[in-house]
């Protein structure tokens, strides 16, 4: 209904910032339960000073995206993924889950409703979905909220790196985003405020982002800033760092089915040392936001190791990532499951 509006965006150049769109879906948690919901063209939220989220960062969010299809349709990958990981970001936090039926279908709903910010096929742009439960009400001891928010908003957006394709380089920081039984697999702003700092660093000398080590030991190699690693060995394996305190990326987990069955290769879920990090002669970084970004190098203790190439992806991260956008945009058959269509 809404693919009569237009908007005037030029899409090859938008990159990963926030625009306001025309609606937005909020639900209330009062009482035991969770409202209707409904969609709103407000984007300002009225809550009290002492909401658990302000103080205790009691609140957790996803990050998913919808596509357009050469027909003119659009997608969602594996949302169903993200309304589980969501749960289980609640049950960490003592938060209200929201129920993964309404969060497809709230979700939809502000697809269809914003759908002419969604970009045209072969853009390579997307529209970006942030489903969000905050901690609200009238509190100021450490416990959970007596009431919440779930909303979902969304936005156009282009590559989340710059150069998209490009290898870009990593530094290994010395800080930790997360405890090692804290909540690393849980999607909470917490770990995000933590990541602001060493992020800064790692710009400031030149670097894309940075590279956390496990909190425990500071040995191996566990998540590419927002998103999560992954390594090609000389005989060609996919490997993938397993680890309690890395946020489970649902793009980490469909690439390991697509390396298994689509690309024939061998996948290790395993410890990765940072010393042993030239086994890999391939590495990428992998989540929504980052799709699949190729690491060119990464330093660490004053050395840069380089993997394929600082110009050029390598050729099993180019399959990869065919593969997987393929899918995500409707031009090859995934896995059963993976694909929930919009309208
Ligand atoms: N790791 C962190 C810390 C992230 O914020 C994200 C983004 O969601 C990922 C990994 C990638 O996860 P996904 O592929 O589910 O987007
Ligand atoms: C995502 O990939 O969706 C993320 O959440 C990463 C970042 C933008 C926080």
Known sequence: ??????????????????RKTDYRYLSYWKDGKWDDGKLTEDNMLHISESSTALHYGQQCFEGMKAYRRKDGRIQLFR?????????????????????????????????????????????GATLYIRPLIIGIGDNIGVRPAPEYIFTVFCMPVGPYFKGGMAPINFIVTDYDRAAPFGTGAAKVGGNYAASLLPHEEAVKKGFADCIYLDPATHTKLEEVGAANFFGITKDNKFVTPDSPSILPSIT?????????????????ERDIYIDEIDEFVEA????????????????????????HSQTEVGPITKKLYDTLVGIQF??????????????
């Open 252 to 268: 980490r987990e469909s690439l390991t089915v697509l390396a298994k069955d689509f690309l024939d290769m061998k996948v290790e």
């Open 284 to 307: 990428g970084a992998c989540g929504t936001a980052a799709v699949i970004t190729p690491i060119g190098g990464i330093e660490y203790k004053g050395k840069l190791h380089v993997f």
């Open 1 to 18: 209904m809404n693919m009569e509006k237009s908007v005037n965006i030029d899409w090859s150049t938008i990159g990963f910032s926030y």
């Open 79 to 123: 949302p169903d993924r993200n309304a589980a990981r969501m749960q289980n970001s609640c049950r960490r936090i003592l938060m209200s889950e929201f129920p993964i039926d309404r969060f497809i279908e709230a979700v939809k709903k502000v697809v269809k409703a914003n759908a002419h910010y969604v970009p045209p096929y072969g853009t």
């Open 330 to 343: 409707g031009d090859i058959e995934g896995p059963e499951g993976w694909i929930d269509l919009v309208e």
